[in-house]
């Protein structure tokens, strides 16, 4: 999770207002003073129909209508990431089980066990 900036705020309400003024109109509609025209945009916004919304079983998650951003493939393979991945994982619960001793330890130090 994070928190949301000042700049991403401002970003949805922009794109919550100009959807408000443009829903239900075909006509051009200007997303701030850049003179834009509201979009859907993959991961970010969706102005789904209630025929969209009928089509999921009246489901509102998000994540049915917005979809996921397109992310460019950076031509590694898929097992070749897997591989590195795991090894990292395998690594850092070592390193997980390594610092838990050395709390322990120094619990036991402080008379605390």
Same mark, same amino acid.
């Given at each position: @999770?994070? /928190?949301?900036? =000042?700049? $991403?705020?401002?970003?949805? +309400?922009?794109? *919550? ?32 129909? @209630?025929? /969209?919304?009928? =089509?999921? $079983?009246?489901?509102?998650? +998000?994540?049915? *209508? ?32 390594? @610092? ?14």
């Amino acid at each position: @999770l994070r /928190d949301f900036t =000042d700049e $991403d705020i401002r970003k949805i +309400a922009d794109t *919550y207002h100009n959807w408000q003024r443009c829903k239900g109109s075909d006509r051009a509609c200007p997303v701030s003073t850049d003179d834009e025209q509201y979009q859907d945009i993959a991961g970010f916004c969706k102005s789904a129909t @209630l025929a /969209d919304i009928a =089509d999921n $079983d009246f489901v509102l998650t +998000a994540g049915r *209508y917005v979809g996921a951003e397109e992310v460019e493939d950076d031509g590694i393979p898929f097992a070749e990431k897997m591989e590195t991945l795991t090894a990292l994982l395998h690594t850092q619960f070592a390193q997980g089980r390594e @610092l838990e001793q050395q709390i322990v330890a120094n619990l036991q130090g402080l008379g605390y066990e």
